[in-house]
C-alpha cells in the first residue's frame, strides 16, 4: 500500500478486508444483543414480556454463534489461537495507521463552482 489513495493497487483484496470488518462488526453487535436481552430479562416482571425476551435470547445467542462460526471458517478470527489472531490485529493496525496517512481529500473541499446557476435561471428540463 502506498499513499496515493486513486492507485488501484491499494484495492488488491479489499473485499475480502471489507468482509472481515463487517463480520467482525457484526459479532460485536450480536453480541451487544445477547448481553442488552440479557439484561432486559433480568428487569423484567411480566411473565408474557420474560417468555417473549428469552426466545429473542436464544435467537441472539444462535445469531451470534453462526456468525463466529462464518469468521473462524473463513479464517478471520482466532478465538483459540491467539498468536494468528496477534497477527490479524497487526496488520489491521498497520493498515489503518497507513490509510490515516494517506491524504484521502484534497486542500479545496469548497464547493462553490460545483453549481453554475441557481434554480431560478432554469436547467434540465425547462
Do not use: C
Request: proline share 5%; charged share 25%.
Amino acid at each position: 500500500m502506498n499513499n496515493d489513495y486513486l492507485d488501484p493497487i491499494n484495492a488488491l483484496h479489499l473485499p475480502e478486508l471489507a468482509d472481515a470488518t463487517f463480520v467482525t462488526d457484526f459479532m460485536i453487535r450480536s453480541k451487544e444483543a445477547v448481553r442488552n436481552t440479557a439484561i432486559a430479562l433480568t428487569e423484567t416482571a411480566s411473565p408474557e414480556v420474560r417468555a417473549l425476551l428469552r426466545t429473542q435470547l436464544r435467537h441472539a445467542i444462535q445469531l451470534h454463534t453462526e456468525v463466529s462460526e462464518l469468521a473462524m471458517e473463513k479464517k478471520w478470527f482466532h478465538p483459540y489461537e491467539l498468536n494468528e489472531q496477534y497477527k490479524l490485529d497487526q496488520l489491521s493496525a498497520k493498515n489503518t495507521a497507513m490509510i490515516a496517512q494517506m491524504r484521502l481529500f484534497p486542500d479545496d473541499t469548497s464547493r462553490k463552482g460545483m453549481f453554475d446557476r441557481t434554480p431560478d435561471e432554469g436547467g434540465a428540463g425547462d
